[in-house]
């Protein structure tokens, strides 16, 4: 079925569902034929004003004649019926150009369908669209440019902290050992300080008091010290002091530590590293790093539902590039992509994507909306081989791992 929308978005509330979409779709004008050297407000003036249909796997559309309207493809693929066939992928350059007039159209099986926008021709008859009396909202302004940059591939990615670095390059070498480690630690008095603490807690803790780095990185292991570190480190990159960033990264922090840490005690009854759970829980949400960086950078500001509605379109595209951009573990992959995918199945035992998603789902479960999912309906909770009568035990067992953890990994 095809879905068509005919009302101008300026029309419509402002809610931030059409402040996103229609800064999303200005965003993507950029790339365009007669459109991409419009200004931001005349892109967004034509956004608002032109419809977009999202087609299904194989559903089709007849397009209009040159004269009235124009239609790109905005995304995903399609076969092209006319004189012969042809395929056109959204993210060709052929797909600059306006699609033929009077033609009939086919969404790509493969791609999961696809999405037309149709602008009036009447509107770009001339060289440029004209704007005249047009205001587009600072929020819609501040939104395409984000997207703009994300697209462009210009959104400054956060590097990985030093320290963090340092430590992980000791623990691949294969000629590495502990007291390498423990010289790297030390070098930060904040790490090394954190990673005593660390050694000595309940968590930990298994004999007599250690008072040096070294003897806390023996302690610990060299898995869990690599890890604990980036954690700490982490703590740095989420830290914004902007008025309009600073609550979203606070927030972001702690839900991914409880993430992280109910993600520690879930692998070991499912039999997977605890370690690894961890780290993959600490990044699961990275990517919406850039977005708070380069608010806080500009001094721009969103009001608090359009952030979350931004952040729910653009963290996980975001984290899959700060996951190249690091080169992290496949297990941290796993959870950037799968971590709120509730009705994933997937062949094979369970893996990490499952595991940080009924993390993640307890945790929103236990938060004030108490939107998380039912965990049993999961079919994650049946990859990690998990039956309703383990939901009490298991809950428990998160929540302990986030009261006694969660201070030790937030810093």
């Not at 791609?111 to 047009?134: F, N, W």
């Not at 570190?229 to 606070?250: I, M, Q, Y």
């Not at 995918?341 to 108490?370: F, K, N």
Request: hydrophobic share 40%; with cysteine.
């Amino acid at each position: 079925m095809v879905l068509r929308d005919n009302t101008p978005v300026s029309e419509r509330d402002a809610t931030p569902e059409a402040l996103v979409a229609s800064a999303r779709l200005a965003a993507r004008f950029r790339r365009f034929d007669f459109v991409g050297g419009a200004s931001v407000e005349e892109r967004l003036m034509l956004a608002e004003s032109c419809q977009l249909q999202h087609l299904g796997p194989g559903e089709s559309l007849q397009t209009e004649p040159l004269a009235t309207s124009v239609a790109f493809l905005v995304s995903g693929s399609i076969r092209l019926e006319g004189e012969g066939i042809s395929w056109l992928d959204s993210e060709s350059p052929q797909a600059r150009s306006p699609l033929p007039g009077s033609a009939e159209i086919f969404a790509g099986e493969r791609s999961g369908g696809a999405e037309v926008v149709t602008l009036d021709a009447h509107q770009l008859r001339s060289d440029r669209p004209s704007s005249l009396g047009y205001r587009a909202p600072l929020e819609a302004l501040i939104l395409e440019k984000l997207f703009s940059d994300f697209d462009a591939g210009t959104l400054r990615l956060p590097a990985m902290p030093t320290v963090a670095f340092k430590i992980r390059e000791r623990a691949q070498d294969p000629r590495g050992n502990l007291q390498d480690v423990a010289e790297v630690a030390q070098a930060d008095g904040a790490i090394a300080g954190r990673l005593l603490h660390v050694a000595n807690s309940v968590a930990f803790a298994n004999g007599p008091r250690v008072r040096t780095v070294l003897a806390a990185v023996q302690r610990l292991g060299l898995t869990t010290t690599q890890y604990l570190v980036l954690s700490l480190a982490l703590r740095d990159v989420f830290s914004f002091e902007g008025p309009g960033v600073k609550k979203a990264a606070t927030d972001g922090w702690q839900f991914s530590v409880a993430v992280s840490a109910a993600s520690h005690a879930l692998a070991g009854a499912a039999g997977l590293n605890r370690e690894t759970a961890l780290m993959a829980g600490l990044l699961h949400q990275i990517g919406r790093v850039p977005v708070l960086a380069m608010l806080e950078r500009e001094g721009f500001r969103l009001g608090e539902s359009t952030l979350q509605l931004l952040f729910s379109r653009i963290t996980k595209p975001l984290s899959l590039m700060v996951h190249r951009y690091w080169d992290l573990d496949e297990p941290c992959l796993d959870a950037m992509r799968h971590w709120d995918r509730w009705e994933r199945v997937h062949d094979g035992p369970g893996d990490y994507g499952d595991v940080i998603q009924i993390a993640a789902g307890h945790c929103l479960s236990r938060q004030a909306s108490g939107e998380g999912p039912d965990l049993t309906a999961l079919p994650a909770y049946t990859h990690l081989g998990f039956s309703p009568e383990d939901q009490d035990e298991l809950a428990r067992e998160m929540d302990t791992n986030i009261e006694m953890m969660g201070p030790l990994l937030r810093g």
